[in-house]
Each structure stands twice: as structure tokens, then as C-alpha cells.
């Protein structure tokens, strides 16, 4: 990933966790996949709507959901 893109992966964990949905959905690629963590059980998400869907859903659920990004990478 360039480092371009990191940093438009971080505005968007960012913009996530301020709730922003209009900035996230700016930030999603057309063709944005979205995978969780196996143990979450879910199929990915695929496509800027669905991946914005997996967040939404999200907040709904949990008063305060925050992403912690461990490490990203080229």
C-alpha cells in the first residue's frame, strides 16, 4: 500500500470513529472490500455502501466503538 494510501486508510478509521459518515463515505473506494476479524463470523463487505453499512451498524450497536489501527504497511 503507498503511503498515500495509509494515510487515506487512516482519515477513514479516523472519520469512523468521530461517527462521520459523510467524511468516510468520501474516503471509500467504489470497490472497498471490508473484512473482519474471523471470529466476528461475518463475510466481507464489498462495495463503498456495504463497507459504510458494516460501520453504521456498528455504532448503532455500541455506544462507543472505536478502530485501533496496530500497524498498516505498504
Known amino acids: 500500500m503507498s503511503e498515500g494510501n495509509i494515510e487515506v486508510v487512516r482519515a477513514l478509521y479516523e472519520a469512523m470513529n468521530?461517527?462521520?459518515?459523510?467524511?468516510?463515505?468520501?474516503?471509500?473506494?467504489p470497490g472497498a472490500?471490508?473484512?473482519?476479524?474471523p471470529r466476528v463470523g461475518m463475510a466481507p463487505r464489498r462495495g463503498r455502501e456495504a463497507?459504510?453499512?458494516?460501520?453504521?451498524?456498528?455504532?448503532?450497536?455500541?455506544?462507543?466503538?472505536?478502530?485501533?489501527?496496530?500497524?498498516?504497511?505498504e
Open 33 to 37: 472490500e471490508w473484512i473482519s476479524d
Open 51 to 73: 463497507v459504510l453499512s458494516f460501520f453504521r451498524d456498528q455504532a448503532e450497536m455500541f455506544d462507543d466503538v472505536r478502530i485501533e489501527v496496530e500497524r498498516l504497511s
Open 18 to 29: 468521530e461517527r462521520d459518515f459523510e467524511r468516510g463515505e468520501a474516503l471509500t473506494h
